[in-house]
């Protein structure tokens, strides 16, 4: 489902070059669950944002579904991301002006994949999904952050998109909210979704299917984990 082909970024600062990713290749399966860690400044931010479309590379391919997403231009790539891809933040970046249920049903409108008649529906199904049914006129203000966080995940799946990225989903939550959180990610890898996600912790190895581990820029190390399912 995902190629990275000898992706490289580089920023420049003054007469300086500042290499973030170095050569990266790796290839992700489709209904795959893969962590990507590594410390701060490893690079495997700018990695999402590459896989993601908000950034590009200096040199290389990214194929997402048989599309290299570095042949889009920025009309063609906001509809792809929209139509293909859902994103889940560390801080949930949820609309503070509008109920969950109108945070849920906004990526629809705005993409308009979803057919209008079908969309108030899906919406309650997945804030059923994430254990809020009846909540929908709730604003994000008067939840909790792992209620927030749920609501964001049912948000990244507003168009039915099959890749779903983390991009450390648990950072701002206690345990209890984050092992909810897991759950949910868990049960969706279950229901063949692709998910990609970066993270600090070292715990949350349920469902998940590979760890890939960026050091300096490059792929240090890719690897099976045990127990995956």
Same mark, same amino acid.
Do not use: C, W
């Given at each position: #489902?995902? %190629? +990275?082909?000898? /992706?490289?970024? &580089?920023?420049?600062?003054?007469?300086? $070059?500042?290499?973030? *990713?170095?050569?990266?290749?790796?290839?992700?399966?489709k209904g795959e669950y /893969?962590?990507?860690?590594?410390k701060s400044g490893s690079g495997k931010s700018t990695l999402l944002n590459i896989l993601t479309g908000v950034d590009g590379a200096s040199s290389g391919d990214v194929i997402v579904n048989n599309t290299n997403i570095f042949r889009l231009n920025e009309a063609q790539m906001t509809k792809w991301r929209g139509e293909n891809v859902g994103i889940v933040f560390q801080? +949930? !970046?949820? &609309?503070?002006? *509008?109920?969950?249920?109108?945070n849920i049903l906004l990526p629809m409108d705005l993409i308009?994949? &979803?057919?209008?008649?079908?969309? #108030? %529906?899906k919406a309650k199904e997945l804030l059923a999904m994430i254990g809020l049914s009846g909540?929908?006129?709730? #604003?994000?203000?008067? *939840?909790?952050?792992?209620? !927030? !966080?749920? /609501?964001?995940i049912a948000r990244s799946l507003a168009n039915d998109? $099959? *890749?779903l990225i983390a991009d450390e989903p648990t950072g701002n939550l206690d345990s209890k909210n984050a092992d909810v959180v +897991?759950?949910?990610?868990d049960n969706l890898k279950q229901a063949g979704k692709t998910i990609v996600m970066v993270t600090h912790e070292r715990d949350i190895m349920k469902g998940a299917s590979r760890k890939i581990v960026i050091k300096d820029g490059? /792929? %240090?190390?890719?690897?099976?984990l045990k127990g995956a399912y």
């Open positions: #489902m995902i %190629q +990275f082909r000898n /992706v490289s970024k &580089i920023y420049q600062t003054g007469n300086n $070059d500042y290499p973030v *990713l170095r050569n990266v290749s790796f290839s992700i399966e /893969v962590i990507i860690t590594g801080f +949930f !970046q949820l &609309i503070p002006t *509008l109920s969950i249920l109108e308009d994949k &979803i057919p209008k008649h079908s969309r #108030m %529906q909540h929908y006129e709730k #604003m994000p203000s008067s *939840l909790s952050g792992g209620e !927030q !966080q749920r /609501v964001a998109v $099959d *890749l +897991f759950d949910i990610l490059e /792929v %240090q190390e890719d690897y099976p």
